[in-house]
């Protein structure tokens, strides 16, 4: 039998089947002409080969997505597990290791092991300027006039009192040691010393804020509050260092004698235990050199002797200004602690 006909035999037979709505279960298979066997035999052995395949293509890929996850799991571990990320090295920069004196690898970025410093708290805390002339009087009474509303507002509430305060106080020697930098440049002079005076003045300062910021929670209306005051501080005391020196750092002198009253009673509520008496943070310990087992009070006591020596390094340098000379003509007291 010619292949054709074999073709219109087996259509012929097929052809029932294929119209035919009964399942096919039960039918039993028809003879196959000898001619097309071979054919529907690599049919069938095609269609398992591409069924076995996409198994196996299936399978991959559910395991590549389990590794997948697994690795980003993985390096997700492992990024939190990092204590500090590692910088690029392209400049050629370092990052250098410190240790404390104790042998203690250094963990403050803020500041070094050799800007700390153990304050003189023997100084006299009593001292005050007495305002005589009318310059003296104006930033005397400018600061008792602002005292007011910070009593209102804060009342015996000292350690948010004194978050908002070293929030202005750090403003004054920023300031003034821009400006003087800015001067220095202009007139090709040397400062006296009396710009990094000023700047580590401000950076002081700053170190008392992150001290109280562990110490006292501020709530949202403080911090608007600083966002305020800092604002119209900064401007004014801007614009009034450049009228007048002499007056900015007599105001400034004035505002931590009144920075000393308020750590001192400060420090009575803490004795007297309305105030807990928390341990230190550990940034105060290592920038003061606290011993270990330093409390809130020794805190309080090492940052009111930094505004003493504040005190008197503003009343300095407006006598130099009251006596006619500029701030370089005098050697600034540099690291006066």
């Not at 028809?30 to 996409?54: D, M, Y």
């Not at 009593?126 to 507002?153: C, G, M, S």
């Not at 908002?164 to 920023?174: N, R």
């Not at 614009?239 to 009673?265: C, D, M, N, Q, W």
């Amino acid at each position: 039998m010619s292949s054709r006909v074999a073709g219109s035999v087996l259509l012929r037979r097929l052809a029932p089947r294929v119209s035919s709505s009964a399942p096919t279960a039960t039918v039993p298979r028809p003879p196959v002409a000898a001619g097309s066997e071979g054919c529907v035999a690599v049919w069938v052995r095609l269609l398992s080969t591409s069924a076995a395949a996409a198994k196996e293509e299936a399978a991959a890929s559910k395991e590549n997505t389990a590794r997948t996850a697994a690795a980003k799991a993985e390096a997700s571990k492992a990024a939190k597990e990092v204590a500090s990320p590692v910088a690029s090295s392209y400049w050629g920069i370092a990052q250098s290791k410190l240790v404390s004196k104790d042998g203690v690898e250094w963990k403050w970025s803020c500041f070094r092991p050799w800007e700390t410093y153990s304050p003189d708290t023997t100084i006299d805390l009593k001292k005050h300027h007495e305002p005589k002339v009318l310059l003296d009087k104006v930033a005397y009474w400018t600061v008792k006039a602002l005292r007011v509303p910070t009593d209102i507002f804060f009342q015996r509430r000292y350690g948010c009192r004194a978050m908002m305060l070293e929030t202005v106080a750090a403003v004054p020697g920023m300031v003034g040691g821009m400006l003087l930098h800015l001067r220095s440049l202009r007139r090709f002079e040397h400062s006296g010393g009396w710009i990094r005076a000023l700047l580590e003045e401000a950076e002081n300062e700053r170190m008392h804020l992150m001290t109280f910021m562990e110490v006292a929670k501020p709530r949202w209306y403080e911090r608007a509050l600083v966002l305020a005051v800092q604002g119209v501080f900064f401007n004014a005391y801007f614009v009034g260092y450049l009228a007048s020196p002499k007056f900015a750092h007599r105001f400034v002198g004035y505002l931590e004698e009144e920075a000393i009253h308020s750590y001192t009673e400060f420090l009575k509520d803490i004795e007297a235990g309305k105030i807990e008496n928390v341990p230190a943070p550990p940034i105060a310990i290592d920038y003061w050199r606290l011993p270990a087992g330093a409390t809130l009070r020794d805190v309080v006591v090492v940052v009111r002797a930094d505004e003493a020596h504040h005190r008197d390094v503003n009343h300095f340098a407006s006598d130099v200004h009251f006596q006619g000379m500029e701030l370089k003509d005098t050697p600034a007291p540099l690291d006066y602690h």
